[in-house]
């Protein structure tokens, strides 16, 4: 049995319920249901709306509207530009590749420009929106989608679909919620990433410990506490500064969001949030981890491949980084899951990127950039662009391809991160969360490193971050 | 009829002239001696205390460089090993070879010689002949102009780049050299150390030179700046410097690698690889190395500025 297969029988189970089409969920594996069926009933909309047209005031009117959101080649080339971020030399393969086959044949060429790291790619965004230069497609962070879409600077994928034939069953590959605005999908995963466990396998093996590491976080206490007296000190650094990080341990550890449902308020106040932090703390009081901030970034990619460190909680787009690195210094290092928590309940925030379709260009230039972008997280080019970064790849019939399928025979970390995805959960997705994640770490980091008390501290942060969520 | 005014001599520090020895030193008694003796060892404790004090500040501002070249030089795992390793065992350079393949350090050097030298050029063309104006003339809203001008100073510039940027779109010239210099040829802070210089100027000389007929352009040429030189090279320095580091206006101001500077070019080493800070470390070298070729040339010239023109 392949380790994907759990994967491959949920996509069967998706796309049988795509032709089903029964559900009242707006979330989940009948989501794509959902979406098929209501594309399905868009394009019954749309196709009386093209009638009555025809019946009031002849064809044109509807047949330019429909054509609208389908690329025709024409005679001349249509240059289009792609905003990147991350992954720079990955996506400036992919437009070479894009520009001598597709693009070839549809008379579109595409210029990447790479323009930072997410952040600044959003702010660059924003001023580019403001200025009227927007590029035609761009990449950022999956939690921008929301944003991007209220402030009408990306445009509603769900037409262009609709007049391609193309389905979201695909997609549905763990979280997917960070590329819908109200139900419609205004972006294409690009990259997906999720935390996972690094876990020093030659050390459990000498401490007599399953090799893949702890199952529970009751579990990961002895195993932290086996390896502190192996090793004469913490075997785990713990750095607090992603927060990406943190949200995965308050949904696995606290059983709790950072925000709740509707993004309003604060669930920092939350016995879940509180029970999480003094955790935390505890495990550094008692020696069994080290907590360190940005400062220190260094140091705790260091320790991530070293024969001291048992454990590091870390993206699984770092893969190949630390198992090269961890190779290097002739240590054996595997990938797990986060620990369960209470009740075995886990839960991860998906990150990475999307692909976004800016709202800029005519009608034909934004059809073309549509093109390209179906194209980028086409099967093969999902496959192509994982392999190549340690990024899982961003649709279900990608898992079945011979270059997934014999990266995860040789690299079983890939499989692990893909069941990882499967306990995904959304990154908030309100434009305060930039912010919010700097006020989060410092008054998180100060608890640790102050000695404050959490269950004073957490309720008094929950007041300041719903400030900021009010403003 | 040509103008020939001697370049007079810059005026001195306040100079001590020592003479011959006039008169015999005084007979040493026992208490003059034990007191010569304890002023020795005064004199001994404050001169360890300032080695000791000058080491630290050595430690402090070459630890990081330290740091940076010791790891530009180191393997990956060399450089995350614990504990740290503070020598090499080889020179390699493999890491520099990995920086120039993942990104063209040519075109990006090439762009930051072209913002930097443009800007240079730019900023005496304007700051010359504005702070002799704010030196030497007497015109009516003279002070409010200069006020004006020591104002630029005190706003940020991340609170224009946005304005910039959209006026930028709207002339076309985003992801121009133009567009990385022009903001900034017009140095208020320049302006003011060039005045304050400027003001030192004797009115004799300036008085002797009209005399002779000489226009303002000459007097400027053949008076100011020959007696401006050691500010002039600190400006040229401070803005080189400023200039060649800039990371944030060459980022925002850009969305192409058309006239992008070395500065925005290697973070883009680490978003290839963010786990090893080695190659990373080596776009760095490549980076200072320039400043600080810059700054062995002209670091007589900047101590002089600084003791002349009074600035601490």
């Not at chain 1, 702890?214 to 195993?223: I, L, R, V």
């Not at chain 1, 496959?383 to 040789?410: F, N, Q």
Request: aromatic share 10%; net charge negative; with cysteine.
């Amino acid at each position: 049995m392949m380790p994907f297969d759990f994967l491959v029988r949920i996509n069967q189970q998706r796309t049988t319920s795509t032709r089903t089409t029964s559900t009242t969920s707006k979330k989940g594996t009948t989501m794509s249901s959902t979406r098929f069926s209501r594309g399905r009933a868009r394009a019954g909309v749309l196709a009386s709306i093209a009638l009555g047209s025809v019946l009031l005031s002849g064809c044109t009117a509807a047949n330019a509207d429909a054509a609208s959101y389908t690329y025709e080649p024409g005679e001349e080339t249509v240059e289009l530009e792609f905003w990147t971020a991350a992954v720079e030399d990955v996506n400036q393969e992919l437009v070479d590749m894009f520009n001598e086959t597709r693009g070839d044949e549809l008379n579109i060429q595409v210029t990447a420009n790479y323009q930072g790291d997410y952040v600044e790619t959003e702010q660059k965004v924003n001023a580019a929106a403001l200025a009227d230069t927007l590029p035609n497609m761009f990449v950022d962070e999956v939690g921008m989608t929301d944003r991007f879409a209220r402030a009408t600077t990306t445009l509603n994928l769900e037409p262009y679909m609709a007049a391609v034939g193309m389905d979201d069953a695909d997609f549905q590959m763990g979280e997917t919620d960070n590329l819908y605005v109200d139900g419609d999908m205004y972006a294409f995963p690009h990259m997906r990433s999720i935390p996972v466990m690094y876990v020093n396998q030659d050390m459990m093996r000498e401490l007599g410990l399953k090799e893949t590491g702890p199952e529970t976080f009751d579990e990961f206490e002895e195993y932290l506490e086996a390896a502190h007296d192996y090793v004469g000190g913490p075997a785990m650094i713990f750095c607090d500064y992603d927060f990406w990080v943190m949200e995965a341990l308050f949904y696995s550890y606290g059983g709790t969001a950072v925000l709740n449902d509707d993004e309003t308020a604060s669930m920092y106040d939350t016995e879940g949030a509180i029970k999480t932090i003094e955790w935390i703390a505890d495990l550094e009081d008692r020696d069994l981890i080290k907590v360190t901030g940005a400062a220190d970034v260094s140091a705790f990619f260091a320790a991530a491949g070293s024969a001291d460190t048992a454990f590091t909680f870390l993206s699984s787009g770092g893969i190949q980084s630390i198992l090269g690195l961890a190779a290097g210094n002739g240590v054996d290092v595997g990938v797990s899951l986060i620990p369960a928590g209470d009740n075995g309940q886990r839960g991860v925030s998906v990150g990475g990127s999307n692909i976004y379709l800016a709202n800029t260009g005519t009608d034909q230039e934004k059809a073309a950039a549509f093109e390209f972008m179906k194209w980028t997280s086409d099967t093969e080019q999902a496959a192509y662009s994982s392999s190549r970064t340690g990024y899982l790849p961003v649709r279900l019939s990608a898992l079945e391809t011979d270059l997934i399928k014999d990266l995860m025979e040789t690299t079983p970390g890939y499989a692990v991160a893909a069941e990882q995805i499967t306990y995904g959960k959304p990154r908030p997705m309100t434009k305060a969360y930039s912010e919010l994640e700097d006020l989060m770490t410092e008054r998180i980091h100060a608890i640790y490193f102050d000695d404050l008390d959490a269950s004073e501290a957490m309720p008094a942060l929950a007041e300041e971050v719903n400030e900021v969520l009010n403003r | 009829m040509t103008t020939t005014i001697a370049p007079p001599t810059p005026p001195t520090a306040a100079g001590s002239s020592r003479g011959p020895a006039s008169s015999p030193p005084p007979p040493v008694t026992p208490s003059a001696r034990t007191a010569r003796s304890g002023t020795i060892l005064w004199k001994a404790v404050r001169v360890i205390a300032r080695i000791v004090v000058s080491l630290l500040l050595v430690l402090v501002f070459a630890g990081p460089f330290y740091w940076m070249v010791l790891t530009a030089f180191q393997t990956a795992s060399e450089a995350l090993s614990i504990p740290p390793q503070f020598w090499v065992d080889a020179v390699r350079w493999d890491n520099f070879i990995a920086a120039f393949d993942r990104v063209n350090f040519g075109h990006f050097a090439l762009n930051s010689a072209i913002v930097t030298g443009g800007t240079l050029l730019g900023q005496f063309l304007i700051i010359v002949p504005a702070a002799y104006a704010f030196a030497r003339f007497h015109f009516k809203g003279r002070d409010v102009l200069f006020g004006v001008v020591l104002a630029t100073m005190m706003i940020p510039g991340q609170l224009i780049f946005l304005p910039v940027f959209a006026m930028y779109a709207k002339m076309g010239l985003l992801n121009t050299h133009l567009s990385l210099i022009l903001p900034f040829i017009a140095s208020g802070f320049g302006i003011f150390l060039l005045r304050q210089t400027f003001m030192r100027v004797p009115d004799s000389l300036i008085e002797a030179a009209r005399l002779d007929h000489a226009s303002e352009f000459t007097i400027i040429r053949r008076i100011m700046l020959p007696l401006a030189k050691p500010t002039i090279v600190t400006i040229g320095l401070i803005t080189f410097i400023g200039t060649w580091n800039n990371y944030f206006f060459p980022l925002v101001w850009t969305t192409t690698d058309a006239a992008r500077t070395l500065p925005v070019a290697v973070p883009r080493l680490e978003a290839l690889d963010e786990i090893a800070p080695t190659i990373v470390m080596a776009g760095n070298m490549l980076l200072v190395v320039p400043i600080l070729i810059v700054f062995l040339f002209a670091r007589r010239h900047i101590i002089s500025a600084f003791t002349y023109t009074g600035v601490k």
